[in-house]
Structures are given as structure tokens and as C-alpha cells.
């Protein structure tokens, strides 16, 4: 696992109780102030305040960030796999890496997904809520046809996509992260990522697949710098904060840049 990398930190506009415009114009700052990554979630309704308030779709927004931005690298924190076929998701990753390409050498787009979780999506759009065992189980088998759906898109993807996992389970998740990712999020706490290594390894080698270049990404949320360090001493190289309006309050973000520049100093 790469544990010599410098530190990024990633920030998830959360798409809810704002404007359209309020997002955008948050793009534009958090990409100016030198943030590396830029997330936001896959959900059809907001998580908390008001659960009818405003809200917007994931992917179509990712396409507009891929427009908007230049250098930061972007994503879904994370896509929910239950909610589009697994060869659309494929597509789709493959379209906005290349417009996010631009005049660089690669696009910039992370492919962020997850087995879903959120109830309400699922009963208000029409998909099957299942069971979680039985959504990890399609994510495993759509992320085997994404992969392969990528060797046959024409053009290729720019790059070969970044592929990040979020969750902590031992039987399913941490083997679907042995197979698939490049990034492992997680919000367990320093004490338990040496144990949660050793089960993603112990799945690596039934796997036959090389963790060496395996990127770690914790949250931060309601942690402070002595979390953030230890978690750092622990392995993590990937810090995401959430980061909702419309009060946008930027020292936060200018809190935790310092912080990772103090580390990658």
C-alpha cells in the first residue's frame, strides 16, 4: 500500500439545499484555493435538514465539473451501483474522463461506487432495495463488467480510470476492494486499519493481485489534527471532508489545506 505518497485532500459538495449556481461557484473557489479532489454523492434526496429540499443528480454533474475545472481530479463519494447498468456506468466514467482530459495528457475523473444504502432512493425511483448482501453482490459482478466494458470503448479511456471503494466489511467489501481498488475509504479509526490491511491483503493473495499501489482515504469529519495525525501515522494519504451550503465556510477548507501541506512539507 502506498503510504510514501503526498497527502491530497478531497472535498465533498454535498448537492443539496442550494442552487445549481451555489455549486458551481464552490467549484470554482475549492479548485482555486489548491484542493486536489472534488466529490459529491449519489443520492436523489438530501441526507439531513430538509429531506424534500432542493437536490441534484450526481452524474450529470460530474460531466459539468469535468467542463468547469482544470487540474482537480473529481468523482461521486460515491456512485450508488444499484441505480444505472453496469455497462452505462462504464460509458458514462469513460465520457467524462475524456471531456475532463481537455489539454492535458489524461483525464481526471475517479471512479468512486458502492453497493447503496439509502432506502428512499431506491423505493421512490423504482430499484430493488434487496438486501445489503445481495447489492454487494451485484456491485462485485458490475465492477468485473465495467472493467471490461473499458477494453472495449472506442476511443479508450484516457487513462486507466481510478477505481475507489468505500466501506469496511470483511466478507464482501475489503474482497471487492482486494480485486477492484486503487483507493480504500473508510471511516474506521487508526487503531483498526492495521487489521483492516491485513484482511485486504489476506484477500489480495486469493485474488492474485498486487495492493502495493493501493492509496488509503479516511474522513474527516468531526475529527481534529491529533485524529488526522494519527490516521496519517496509520497509512492514510487521502483526507475527504464534506462540505455543504449554502453557508459555505471556506476557513474549514483553509484549516485542513494547511494542514496537508504541513505534512507533505
Given at each position: 500500500?502506498?503510504f510514501?505518497?503526498?497527502?491530497?485532500?478531497g472535498v465533498?459538495i454535498q448537492?443539496?439545499?442550494v442552487?445549481?449556481?451555489?455549486?458551481?461557484?464552490?467549484?470554482?473557489?475549492?479548485?482555486?484555493?489548491?484542493?486536489?479532489?472534488?466529490?459529491?454523492?449519489?443520492h436523489?434526496?438530501?441526507?439531513?435538514?430538509?429531506?424534500?429540499?432542493?437536490?441534484?443528480?450526481?452524474w450529470?454533474?460530474?460531466?459539468a465539473?469535468?467542463e468547469q475545472t482544470?487540474?482537480v481530479?473529481?468523482?461521486?463519494l460515491v456512485?450508488c451501483?444499484?441505480?444505472?447498468?453496469?455497462?452505462?456506468?462504464?460509458?458514462?466514467a469513460?465520457?467524462?474522463?475524456?471531456i475532463?482530459?481537455?489539454?492535458?495528457?489524461a483525464?481526471?475523473f475517479i471512479?468512486?461506487?458502492?453497493?447503496?444504502w439509502?432506502?428512499?432512493?431506491?423505493?421512490?425511483?423504482g430499484?430493488?432495495?434487496?438486501?445489503?448482501?445481495?447489492?454487494l453482490?451485484?456491485l462485485?459482478?458490475?465492477?468485473?463488467r465495467?472493467?471490461?466494458r473499458?477494453?472495449?470503448?472506442?476511443p479508450?479511456?484516457?487513462?486507466?480510470?481510478?477505481?475507489?471503494i468505500?466501506?469496511?466489511g470483511?466478507q464482501?467489501?475489503l474482497?471487492?476492494?482486494?480485486r477492484?481498488?486503487?483507493i480504500?475509504?473508510s471511516?474506521v479509526?487508526?487503531?483498526?486499519?492495521?487489521?483492516?490491511?491485513?484482511?485486504i491483503?489476506k484477500?489480495a493473495e486469493?485474488?492474485?493481485?498486487?495492493?502495493?499501489?493501493?492509496i488509503?482515504?479516511?474522513e474527516?469529519k468531526?475529527?481534529?489534527?491529533?485524529?488526522?495525525?494519527a490516521l496519517?501515522d496509520?497509512?492514510?494519504?487521502?483526507?475527504?471532508?464534506?462540505f455543504?451550503?449554502?453557508?459555505?465556510d471556506?476557513?474549514?477548507?483553509?484549516?485542513w489545506l494547511?494542514?496537508?501541506?504541513a505534512?507533505?512539507?
Amino acid at each position: 500500500m502506498l503510504f510514501d505518497t503526498p497527502v491530497r485532500l478531497g472535498v465533498q459538495i454535498q448537492p443539496q439545499h442550494v442552487q445549481y449556481s451555489d455549486i458551481r461557484d464552490a467549484v470554482f473557489r475549492l479548485e482555486e484555493m489548491g484542493v486536489d479532489i472534488l466529490f459529491n454523492w449519489d443520492h436523489f434526496f438530501p441526507l439531513y435538514g430538509d429531506p424534500d429540499g432542493e437536490h441534484f443528480e450526481s452524474w450529470t454533474m460530474l460531466a459539468a465539473w469535468a467542463e468547469q475545472t482544470e487540474r482537480v481530479e473529481f468523482g461521486a463519494l460515491v456512485n450508488c451501483n444499484s441505480y444505472r447498468g453496469a455497462d452505462l456506468q462504464a460509458d458514462m466514467a469513460r465520457t467524462i474522463d475524456h471531456i475532463s482530459k481537455k489539454g492535458g495528457d489524461a483525464g481526471r475523473f475517479i471512479f468512486g461506487t458502492g453497493s447503496g444504502w439509502f432506502q428512499r432512493d431506491y423505493d421512490e425511483y423504482g430499484y430493488d432495495f434487496g438486501t445489503a448482501g445481495s447489492r454487494l453482490n451485484a456491485l462485485a459482478a458490475d465492477l468485473d463488467r465495467v472493467v471490461e466494458r473499458w477494453g472495449k470503448l472506442n476511443p479508450a479511456p484516457t487513462r486507466e480510470i481510478p477505481v475507489m471503494i468505500g466501506g469496511k466489511g470483511e466478507q464482501k467489501t475489503l474482497r471487492i476492494v482486494a480485486r477492484h481498488a486503487d483507493i480504500w475509504h473508510s471511516f474506521v479509526t487508526p487503531d483498526e486499519l492495521p487489521h483492516k490491511f491485513g484482511v485486504i491483503e489476506k484477500w489480495a493473495e486469493a485474488e492474485g493481485r498486487d495492493l502495493s499501489g493501493l492509496i488509503v482515504s479516511n474522513e474527516l469529519k468531526d475529527r481534529d489534527e491529533t485524529v488526522a495525525d494519527a490516521l496519517f501515522d496509520a497509512g492514510t494519504r487521502l483526507f475527504t471532508l464534506g462540505f455543504s451550503g449554502p453557508d459555505w465556510d471556506y476557513s474549514i477548507i483553509e484549516r485542513w489545506l494547511r494542514w496537508r501541506d504541513a505534512k507533505n512539507a
